[in-house]
């Protein structure tokens, strides 16, 4: 008897384990058209296999990511298919609240994205959260994954921490659609703990905000910096963000930085 209890709980864990696996090996699949975008655009002859080994996923080898990007279009230089990696069984879509939504104050829309940064030959990922009215930059994580463990959720933990004392509800929380973003544990922090509306657009070029600053701070900052490790990363990517919202002017802004816009609005 328990023999048959112990085989029942061994099954039963490694069911657990296998379905946490492949939990994992989605959610990052589920992003990587969006970073091989980005890596295309950068480097428009790249092959597959190159992309591989630059962009090294830990959910799979290469001869299933060479696979992959054949299956997303990438075969040629240029992206055939940009389609969404989403699967019809279970994964949540958020419809694209942003679009007749008129900003005229700040913690109304807040707007997330996740872009690669390469050193050597490895390739980090820095996750970003801007707020859409005061361009402030919230929250932010560098990271050596892709798991929403190791990019939304810190990100947007410190974005919470720097909005504490002014944290209303309603907050619409908009993205593209990387299973980051629809991960049940960061859907479940929106929504039931901070009482935040999720949105998505439907492609990542179409997150303008998010895309724009992903930009900036790449082109403007941290290219432009000797970078040898991921610490050093991680030291250049807060000194670029407390550059961006102390210093930096935006025409927009009246060209004053976010901070000091923020400032007028006390």
């Known amino acids: 008897m328990n023999l048959l209890y112990n085989d029942l709980s061994i099954t039963k864990q490694a069911v657990h384990q296998g379905f946490n696996r492949a939990l994992k090996h989605y959610e990052e699949a589920s992003y ?11 480097h428009p002859t790249m092959s597959c296999e190159g992309m591989y080994y630059r962009i090294n996923p830990s959910t799979m ?18 992206p055939v298919n940009r389609r969404r990696t989403t699967d019809s069984s279970g994964v949540v879509r958020f419809d694209n609240l942003t679009l007749d939504f008129q900003v005229t104050g700040i913690n109304q829309v807040w707007s997330s994205d996740i ?49 504490r004392k002014t944290l209303p509800r309603g907050i619409i929380f908009h993205s593209d ?13 929106t929504q039931k703990t901070l009482h935040m509306k999720n949105s998505m657009c439907d492609y990542p070029w179409k997150n303008s905000y ?25 030291k250049m990517v807060d000194r670029a963000v407390d550059l961006y919202n102390r210093e930096k002017p935006h025409k927009s802004l009246k060209f004053k930085s976010p901070i000091a816009f923020e400032e007028t609005l006390m």
């Open 32 to 42: 990587l058209v969006n970073i091989i975008v980005q890596v295309r655009r950068d």
């Open 61 to 78: 080898g290469r001869d299933k990511f060479v696979q992959f990007c054949m299956d997303n279009g990438f075969r040629s230089a240029a």
């Open 115 to 163: 872009t690669y940064f390469p050193v050597g030959n490895e390739f980090f990922y820095i996750t970003f959260i801007i707020d859409n009215y005061s361009r402030r930059i919230l929250g932010w994580n560098v990271s050596k994954s892709l798991t929403t463990e190791s990019t939304t959720l810190p990100a947007l933990k410190k974005a919470v921490n720097i909005r």
């Open 177 to 189: 659609g990387g299973g980051q973003y629809y991960d049940k544990n960061f859907v479940h922090y």
């Open 210 to 234: 998010a895309e724009r600053l992903n930009g900036v701070i790449k082109n403007c900052y941290l290219t432009h910096w000797p970078i040898k490790t991921f610490e050093g990363l991680v």
